[in-house]
């Protein structure tokens, strides 16, 4: 199994930038999360850090997990499998699953891709792993969107640097803000924040790409109860009123946007030279700016987390 050096050192914590924008009178500032060093960076490669490191521990031949068409974390994860020697086998619902950017690359790096109707992608990973077993391979199986306690664990980290970026700004963050999807890097941020046991009103506001509130919530609340239970056992968890998963942005669910997100990315690229997408980043960043004005937020120091998606912007160009 070979090693991969950018995976096996020490994250440098990802640079925070001010922004031109002042949208209601508001101070901007952005987390690069798309500059981690690894197969165009981003959530789902901070989170692929904690996963490389249990599988070098753990010493399998195959790595199987799911994920859409337009699914970072699906050509992170065959980004990572190419680069350690091993075989990597992708569950992918198959409605409406189009080409993108990240399933080319994640077909360039070799990974076995199957598609299901979602109603059965259950089924068929399991299927999937019973018949590697059975045939006397080791696989080693990662939830979509690396979702669980190694994912909640890498935004844990991520908030801790937060707090360093904090301290020797002297800038406080009123409202930090994301894209939210599977639910770990929120669940992180929230569990960084009550271990730094903050007694100020800072907000982390996760906007949902796709899953309704009360879905969302749900899984956020088990995963930062999962994390606890496993590595934090003797701290009191009052997580209920920190948890603002706020769904009014979704354009209709995963992968669905309007005019209004595509505006916004073309306005931060040309004012900031960033590149966002439709699916993730730009539309979170659409739907932050709607829940400002929504809830008359101003004169804040506000965090928007870059999550990656580099690859989709590109699909992105012209619609």
Not at 127 to 142: D, H, R, S, T, V
């Amino acid at each position: 199994m070979n090693a991969i050096p950018v995976l096996s050192q020490r994250l440098q914590s990802t640079p925070i930038y001010e922004l031109q924008d002042t949208f209601c009178e508001n101070h901007f500032f952005m987390k690069r999360e798309d500059c981690i060093p690894f197969s165009f960076g981003g959530n789902k490669a901070r989170k692929a850090r904690f996963f490389y490191q249990d599988i070098m521990k753990k010493q399998p031949d195959t790595i199987v997990t799911y994920g859409s068409g337009s699914s970072n974390h699906c050509r992170i994860i065959a980004n990572m499998a190419s680069a350690m020697g091993l075989a990597c086998h992708i569950i992918s619902p198959s409605d409406h699953y189009e080409a993108t950017m990240n399933s080319k690359m994640t077909e360039l790096f070799g990974a076995t891709i199957e598609t299901c109707p979602v109603e059965q992608v259950s089924h068929t990973i399991d299927a999937y792993l019973e018949q590697l077993i059975n045939i006397g391979q080791k696989p080693y199986f990662i939830q979509g969107g690396g979702h669980g306690n190694l994912g909640t664990a890498a935004y844990v980290e991520a908030y801790q640097e937060i707090l360093e970026y904090e301290q020797q700004s002297g800038i406080q963050f009123d409202s930090i803000f994301f894209a939210s999807g599977t639910g770990t890097t929120q669940a992180g941020l929230v569990c960084g924040q009550l271990l730094a046991r903050r007694n100020d009103d800072q907000k982390i506001i996760g906007i949902s790409i796709a899953r309704t509130a009360e879905r969302g919530y749900e899984v956020i609340a088990d995963s930062i109860r999962g994390y606890f239970e496993e590595y934090e056992s003797n701290l009191s968890i009052d997580y209920e009123s920190r948890l603002i998963f706020e769904d009014a942005y979704r354009k209709g669910g995963y992968g669905k946007f309007d005019e209004e997100v595509t505006k916004t990315i073309d306005s931060v690229l040309c004012k900031e030279g960033i590149p966002m997408d439709t699916t993730y980043v730009g539309k979170a960043y659409s739907g932050m700016k709607a829940y400002i004005q929504d809830h008359a937020i101003h004169g804040q120091n506000i965090l928007f987390i870059h999550t990656g998606g580099t690859p989709l912007f590109f699909d992105a160009i012209g619609k």
